[in-house]
């Protein structure tokens, strides 16, 4: 696993050793480890995927590799870096291995959600040329990412699984950027009766778990969402409520702030990419969008049913910790 | 004429958006060392090919200019093939690791008889060539001491900090430093000529993998005397110049755009303080409106100069007019920078 200490991959590296695998944990040089309580069974191979030379013995032995290895920091450059090249050096060793089976963390942000209507699936449209140039640094680093991904495994012949999750909230991470605009204590909540499509990070994780072992997602991608998604104003109150940050929820009807934000990006902002994400008019809709999500497909092919319901997923996220995170993460 | 880059990461970025706009100018290739990020740039800038293999791309293509935008150590050969191969070269600072490397090029080109020309991109800021301006119409008097400092927060850990993978400019002497002093010692050059001699003292005064994250130095020189510096804790950013005149000392921030003045005037004595700080106080506003309004507006920010300069040579290799950087300027600007850099000799 790649990207096994970060908020999803601590998550996925307990529901694989829930499942009964063994892990080989891909960490960088100098990330501590001592918080993450990992049993001795998990293995960790120190290597940064920008750099790192001999990629090829964290293959050995190895029947998947579950990569979830990308940056939501820094400048478009250095995600694009963390994201892709590291992804070329990683797939070039593992093409010198008997390794052939690939799990991909992609991600909701590839799709054109400027051409999507409705419901946002699997065959939904991804964002096209030359428009991914109009979006952000993550989104274009996390396209190329799935763009290379497959290229490669095509040309190896390989068994790969995309994931493309949605927003993941868990513990530590429940405040995101489609809630809006924070200004101070007051929550511009653009769209309030729109819905997320969010999913909880241990649901996800489980997703990700079934999908390294289970051959018939072998050839697929999944969307990854708990369900329809809350909405934006419920999910807002239940983090303010959960966090006791004190807050004043506005709401903002979404075709109004987006006929404002097109306007002002044509007008006064001339059309500027520089900007702040929400002030850009495919950025606003890749984050705030109004559409229908589902999880069919990984229902239907895998029969997955995310473990955790709404309830639950709250006291995880903001109740206190259970003896038993504290034991597997 | 055709223009190919040689590194497309992301100081080749500005290189390339200033291109996408020069008239007269063909973007005809891009080569980098990962096929994606060289991919990735021709298909963002509409560049019809791209290449892993610089002299590949040399051959293929047969530019006219070549821009190297990779990490430092690798310029020189990669300079060299693309003198080699015919082209004009625009190398980004610093230009190469010592000087008996650029030397070779200068020679190099001459005999080609091509261009050679390094980044010097903040001397074409609005400011220094305002500062300029006013000292070519006898305005500001002789230059008799110029003050540059950077205040960079560079210890951060997704840049020349990163613990986990080397960034490449830690192989000059110098560490990450080094890759701002031809900023300093281009400027230091530009006010007051070629140095005689110079001091420096280098520091590190937080933990990181950086060698030194502080620098000081004082330079004598022909026409007058700089003293340059880079800070890393100081904050926040800024990249302060300060020059003073006979008549005039201007004092500009070039990551922004603020540029102050402050100079004798006619009138009563006790009242020019208090006439040059209205002056100042109206220019310091006027600049962080216009600051504002081109962070929100777009365009090259930060690296207006590179565009001029860019545009500059492009005129000059086109018409065959003076190139805004000269080549005994780059030699003499080079000479400076080894003179500072920690394990140069010291008077």
Known sequence: MTGANGFLGRHVVAALLARGHRVRALVRPVVPLHELEWPGSVEVFRADLRSTLGLELAFDGVDVLVHLAASHSGGEDFQFAAAVVGTERLLDAMARTSCRRLVLASSFAVYDWSAIRWTLDETSPLEPVPSLYDRDGYTIAKSWQERVTRRVAEQHGWDLTVLRPGYIWGRGHGYLSALGQQVGKIHLVIGPLCRMPLTHVENCADLFALAAEDPRARGETFNVVDGEGERVWSYLGAYLRGTGERGIRVPVPYRLAYALVRVAFATVFKRNTKLPHILIPCRFESRLKPLRYTNGRAREVLGWRPPLDFGERLLRTYGPPLRSEGATL | ?347
């Not at chain 2, 963002?44 to 002299?55: A, K, L, N, S, V």
């Not at chain 2, 309004?293 to 565009?307: C, D, M, Q, S």
């Open chain 2, 1 to 347: 004429m055709k223009a190919a880059l040689i590194g497309a990461g992301q100081i080749a970025r500005q290189h390339l958006a200033c291109l996408q706009e020069l008239p007269g100018v063909e973007l005809s290739a891009v080569c980098d060392v990962s096929p994606a990020v060289a991919e990735c740039a021709a298909e963002r800038c509409g560049i019809p090919e791209w290449f892993t293999d610089h002299g590949a791309m040399l051959r293929a293509v047969r530019p006219d200019v070549v821009h190297v935008t990779t990490p430092p150590t690798l310029h020189f050969r990669q300079a060299m093939d693309a003198l080699e191969a015919g082209a004009h070269v625009i190398v980004e600072k610093p230009a190469v690791s010592t000087l008996d490397e650029l030397e070779c090029l200068t020679g190099r080109a001459r005999e080609r008889g091509r261009a050679l020309v390094e980044d010097y991109n903040y001397l074409f800021n609005r400011a220094p060539r305002e500062i300029l301006r006013r000292m070519e119409c006898g305005e500001f008097g002789a230059v008799v001491h110029v003050d540059a400092f950077i205040c960079l927060d560079i210890l951060g850990p997704n840049g020349f900090a990163d613990p986990n993978s080397r960034h490449p400019c830690l192989s000059l002497a110098g560490g990450a430093i080094a890759d701002f002093l031809p900023h300093l010692a281009s400027l230091a050059h530009l006010f007051v000529g070629p140095h005689r001699r110079a001091d420096a003292v280098w520091t590190k005064r937080r933990p990181s993998v950086l060698p030194y994250d502080e620098f000081h130095a004082v330079v004598d020189a022909e026409r007058g005397t700089a003293s340059l510096g880079f800070s890393a804790s100081s904050q926040p950013d800024g990249f302060w110049l300060r020059v003073y005149g006979e008549r005039m000392q201007a004092l500009a921030n070039l990551f922004e755009s603020r540029l102050t003045f402050d100079r004798l005037r006619p009138g009563p004595r006790p009242l020019r303080p208090f006439l040059n700080g209205l002056e100042e106080g109206r220019a310091v506003r006027r600049a962080a409106v216009g600051g504002l309004v081109r962070k929100f507006t777009g365009g090259p920010g930060a690296y207006e100069g590179l565009w001029e300069l860019l545009a500059r040579t492009y005129q000059a290799l086109a018409d065959g007019s003076t190139l805004p950087v000269s080549t005994p300027q780059v030699l003499a600007v080079n000479r400076l920078v080894a003179a500072l850099q920690p394990d140069a000799p010291r008077p």
